[in-house]
């Protein structure tokens, strides 16, 4: 890795994108060092419903060399089961042992870390580990997720000895896995049904604002994702949580973030696998006062963009330090989510001076002019941008492979060159030795899950349409913008604001100028026609004063019809 490209036949893609992580990490390569947790939580629902499926399958490996082991989410060792003594010696003098840490930024790649930094099954042998006093064992690692929220939980992994390892140990493993999970759902599945239950009812016996929360689950009724800001939805669950752990009925007010004041009356919910949760029925005793939207602030870590959410923050700041560390990365997310402004504002921060180079490989009609002109670049400064990767043909990712790993072994050698950014939408398998160059990956989050920058985006966006624009957007508006899915994300935004710029130059937007497609709330990008009939419903809607029935006369369909409609396009019907 340090002298030579590296043959990726010889290494399978997982493991080498593994080996460039741990060695961006400066991972010992002689030894693992695990830090060591001296009393880890062992309290916890997976505990309770891993212990049982663990000791079955360790009697059924009873005389067999092969160690059950139990992490949590981070890759620490809560529990291991080993009844071979050499192999339970073995594991001792590398400290893979409770209270030990396997996560990859320590030990390097390994059946725990490298699962869990994938978020998939993952299986190491022999020399794949990046320390060479675990190359004698082979593992499996499968994580162990929620059965509700999905997220992971922790990680099963079987581990023996490198020659007794293979296909098998996998199988089995994932198999374990099923079996945890099955119990956390019986577990886990008594609280959330109970909480679910009286959620339902709260939300059939009145027309206002209610949600339910425990720890690892909120559900929000309609009218809670109408009224309530982002930053308002946030405070009530963090007031709910707080007050919900003295597990008796309180009612209290408070301010809200938007200038908002709720009534909340918090009810504990119970069930017969103890506390479920609780449930909220909320009352606004005022209304939030929303400014218009002014002049955006500048995002605080890059020049040239703004957003203040965390998922947006978290993907800027990563970006930002990969490029400080001199690694390449993918910038992975759905398209229209700001991915290449991202990677040009990293740029325009460090370097501005620098060549800024983007080529598209969505449009190879040439391919030999646009791989000749990244030989050039990749052979400068500054920074490369690989656009639409994942629309690569398979048949040239062999030879971009090659280009980028002679360029990182240039690099390793020299110490400089350029920074290389790939942007993709998904990933596929033909790309798996490409993406092996790029060891680390930042997920760019759709505008839905950062909604509450749409605020710093209208006025960012509308002086960039314009610099003498003197286009305002109303507070009414400002919601209906706020309200809508954006399924093309940060570039529907665009377009909409561009329509609207277009029909009118000065003054302030109101809810009448947006275009139909702010009236929907569906998650996905409508085709021409889909597009046209739902603008026309919409506009029918609007002249009807939100009256159904008149819209569909005037359409010329039928009540069931327009409400068919309404639901399918996802429109959120005008008051």
Same mark, same amino acid.
Request: charged residues 25%.
């Given at each position: 890795?340090?002298?030579?490209?590296?043959d990726s036949?010889a290494?399978?893609?997982?493991?080498?994108?593994?080996?460039?992580?741990s060695?961006? *990490?400066?991972?010992?390569?002689?030894?693992?060092?695990?830090?060591?947790?001296?009393?880890?939580?062992l309290?916890? %629902?997976?505990?309770?419903?891993?212990?049982p499926v663990?000791?079955?399958?360790?009697?059924?490996?009873?005389?067999?060399?092969?160690?059950?082991?139990?992490?949590?989410?981070?890759?620490?060792?809560?529990?291991?089961?080993?009844?071979?003594?050499?192999l339970?010696?073995?594991?001792d003098?590398?400290?893979?042992?409770?209270?030990?840490?396997?996560?990859?930024?320590?030990?390097g790649?390994?059946?725990?870390?490298?699962?869990?930094?994938?978020r998939?099954?993952?299986?190491?042998?022999?020399?794949?580990?990046?320390?060479?006093?675990?190359?004698? +064992?082979?593992?499996?690692?499968?994580?162990?997720?929620?059965?509700?929220?999905? /997220?992971?939980v922790?990680l099963?992994?079987?581990?023996? *000895?490198?020659?007794?390892?293979?296909?098998?140990?996998?199988?089995?493993?994932?198999?374990?896995?099923?079996?945890? !999970?099955?119990?956390l759902?019986? !577990?886990?599945?008594?609280?959330?049904?109970? +909480?679910?239950?009286?959620?339902?009812?709260?939300?059939?016996?009145?027309?206002?604002?209610?949600f339910?929360?425990?720890?690892?689950?909120?559900?929000?009724?309609?009218?809670?994702?109408?009224?309530?800001?982002?930053?308002?939805?946030?405070?009530m669950?963090?007031?709910?949580?707080e007050?919900? #752990?003295?597990?008796?009925?309180?009612?209290?007010?408070?301010?809200?973030?938007s200038?908002?004041?709720?009534?909340?009356?918090?009810? %504990?919910?119970?069930?017969?696998?103890?506390?479920?949760?609780?449930?909220?029925?909320?009352k606004?005793?005022?209304?939030?006062?929303?400014?218009?939207?002014?002049?955006?602030?500048?995002?605080?870590?890059?020049?040239?963009?703004?957003?203040?959410?965390?998922?947006?923050?978290?993907?800027?700041?990563?970006t930002?330090?990969?490029?400080?560390d001199?690694?390449?990365?993918?910038l992975?997310?759905?398209?229209?989510?700001?991915? +290449?402004?991202?990677?040009?504002?990293?740029?325009?921060?460090t370097?501005?001076?620098?060549?800024?180079?983007?080529?598209?490989?969505?449009?190879?009609?040439?391919p030999?002019?646009?791989?000749?002109?990244?030989?050039?670049v990749?052979?400068?400064?500054?920074?490369?941008?690989?656009?639409?990767?994942?629309?690569?043909?398979?048949?040239?990712?062999?030879?971009?492979?090659?280009?980028?790993?002679?360029?990182?072994?240039? !690099?390793?050698?020299?110490?400089?060159?350029?920074?290389v950014?790939?942007?993709?939408?998904?990933?596929?398998?033909h790309?798996?030795?490409?993406?092996?160059?790029?060891?680390?990956?930042?997920?760019?989050p759709?505008?839905?899950?950062?909604?509450e920058?749409?605020?710093?985006?209208?006025?960012?966006?509308?002086?960039?349409?314009? /610099?003498?624009?003197?286009? #305002?957007?109303?507070?009414?508006?400002?919601?209906?913008?706020?309200?809508?899915?954006?399924?093309?994300?940060?570039?529907?935004?665009?377009?909409?604001?561009?329509?609207?710029?277009?029909?009118?130059?000065?003054? #302030?937007?109101?809810?009448?100028?947006?275009?139909?497609?702010?009236?929907?709330?569906?998650?996905?990008?409508?085709?021409?026609?889909?597009?046209?009939?739902?603008?026309?419903?919409?506009?029918?809607?609007?002249?009807?004063?939100?009256?159904?029935?008149?819209?569909?006369?005037?359409?010329?369909?039928?009540?069931?019809?327009?409400?068919?409609?309404?639901?399918?396009y996802?429109?959120?019907? %005008?008051?």
């Open positions: 890795m340090s002298a030579e490209s590296v036949n290494v399978r893609g997982p493991i080498l994108a593994s080996w460039w992580r060695r961006t *990490w400066n991972v010992a390569a002689d030894h693992a060092e695990s830090p060591y947790v001296k009393d880890p939580n309290e916890t %629902p997976l505990i309770q419903s891993a212990g663990l000791a079955r399958l360790q009697e059924q490996l009873t005389g067999s060399a092969v160690s059950v082991i139990l992490t949590n989410d981070s890759g620490l060792v809560l529990d291991r089961r080993t009844d071979d003594p050499g339970r010696r073995q594991l003098s590398v400290k893979l042992a409770p209270g030990f840490s396997y996560a990859e930024e320590f030990v790649t390994n059946g725990i870390g490298t699962a869990l930094e994938g998939q099954p993952t299986a190491v042998y022999g020399h794949e580990h990046y320390a060479e006093n675990l190359d004698r +064992l082979g593992c499996a690692g499968v994580p162990i997720r929620h059965p509700i929220s999905g /997220q992971v922790g099963l992994d079987l581990t023996c *000895w490198r020659q007794d390892a293979g296909p098998l140990l996998m199988t089995l493993a994932k198999a374990t896995v099923q079996d945890i !999970q099955n119990e759902t019986t !577990q886990v599945g008594l609280r959330e049904l109970g +909480l679910f239950t009286e959620y339902l009812r709260a939300c059939r016996r009145g027309q206002g604002i209610v339910a929360v425990n720890n690892s689950l909120v559900m929000l009724n309609e009218h809670a994702r109408r009224l309530l800001t982002p930053e308002d939805q946030a405070a669950l963090a007031k709910a949580a007050v919900l #752990t003295a597990r008796r009925p309180i009612t209290l007010s408070m301010s809200l973030p200038g908002a004041a709720a009534k909340l009356s918090c009810t %504990p919910v119970s069930s017969e696998a103890g506390p479920a949760g609780g449930v909220v029925r909320v606004l005793t005022r209304e939030a006062e929303l400014p218009s939207t002014a002049i955006p602030s500048q995002n605080a870590l890059l020049p040239g963009i703004v957003g203040t959410g965390a998922l947006w923050l978290r993907a800027c700041n990563d930002r330090n990969h490029h400080r001199g690694e390449w990365v993918a992975e997310g759905e398209t229209g989510t700001g991915k +290449l402004a991202l990677a040009r504002a990293v740029h325009n921060r370097d501005p001076a620098a060549p800024f180079t983007v080529l598209d490989l969505a449009d190879l009609s040439s030999a002019g646009v791989f000749q002109r990244l030989v050039e990749l052979d400068d400064r500054g920074t490369v941008v690989l656009r639409h990767l994942d629309k690569l043909p398979a048949e040239h990712a062999p030879t971009v492979t090659a280009m980028l790993s002679t360029a990182q072994s240039r !690099q390793a050698e020299s110490g400089g060159g350029p920074w950014v790939a942007t993709m939408t998904e990933g596929s398998q790309l798996d030795d490409v993406l092996a160059c790029f060891p680390r990956s930042v997920p760019v759709p505008l839905r899950h950062h909604i920058d749409v605020r710093e985006l209208v006025p960012f966006l509308l002086l960039k349409l314009g /610099q003498d624009t003197r286009l #305002t957007c109303s507070p009414a508006a400002l919601q209906v913008l706020l309200r809508a899915k954006w399924p093309g994300n940060i570039t529907q935004l665009r377009q909409v604001l561009r329509k609207v710029e277009k029909r009118r130059r000065a003054g #302030t937007i109101e809810p009448e100028d947006l275009p139909p497609e702010c009236r929907t709330v569906l998650r996905r990008i409508l085709s021409p026609l889909e597009s046209m009939e739902r603008d026309a419903i919409v506009r029918a809607l609007l002249d009807a004063e939100g009256n159904k029935a008149r819209a569909a006369d005037a359409l010329g369909m039928s009540r069931a019809t327009i409400y068919r409609k309404i639901r399918d996802g429109i959120d019907v %005008p008051r």
